[in-house]
């Protein structure tokens, strides 16, 4: 073998940071030995996995297709030695996930799996569909839970559960007394709405086909509960996960608007990256989504 791992470490430590001082630092290791394994490592091979421009370092293609055969290898090199030593076991877990799935669903799935593998060490990121999608296919994160539709070759996506958005007002908005809303009533409302990239507003326009260049839109935000303060201040109406919203209907504070001509249904997705290996972590946590739709 003409490479070793602690090189393609250093590779990977690299790309990911995209400079090599970064990535001697996380190593534990001085600047000059880390610029020398990359060296020897695309001396041996006589490539280039980055292009140099003055003191930076930018990913090429080659590169970008190295980082992915390297981060399965080592994880399944780390996953070999880890069994070696004992039996595979749950240890630790990076999951993604959009901001409705994250702050309303992900937290009691994050609840059961500690309480089955105390031990375990998971992080739960939250940001929109497409960041998250971005992340999975860096390898930065295991697993995303997302709410929009995403079409990459890289990526493995599940349906995992239904979902459906609910148009909704405060009690105070002239549109709270109105038991159902026309075509009409949607272009004349003022609108506060998810931001463009989150699964939500994917959700939403795909919902207003053929009407929403006439919706007047008064602001986007990236958050749900803004959204709903929002609302709640009659800025406007807004368009939310059902999930993200029962608690404040059964308050309330915030009132269901029914639009049936409008399909407001959806699906929720589980990605990970196809090259990615499945560690033990990653299994139980899909095991815990799946009982998660059958529970729900």
Sequence with gaps: MRYTFKQLEVFLAIANHQNVSTAAQELSMSQSAASESLKALE?????QLFDRIGKKLQLNELGKSVR???STLIERASNLELSLRQHARVKDLKVGATLSIGNYLAINMLSEFKQCY??????????????IAERVRNFEL?????????NENDLHVEPWRDDELVVFCSPSHPFAKKPLLEDMHLREAKWVLRESGSGTRQAFDYAMHGLISKLNIELELQHTEAIKRAVQSNIGIGCLSRITLEDAFKRGTLVPLSAPQRDFKRQLFIIQHRQK????????WLKICRDFTTHA
């Design 118 to 131: 105390p031990s375990a060490s998971i992080i739960l990121d939250v940001a929109n569909t497409t960041e």
């Design 277 to 284: 290996y499945q560690s033990a972590g990653m299994t139980a």
């Design 142 to 150: 295991d697993i995303g839970l997302i709410e929009g539709e995403v």
């Design 68 to 70: 992915s055969e390297a």
């Design 43 to 47: 001396s041996q091979f006589d490539i």
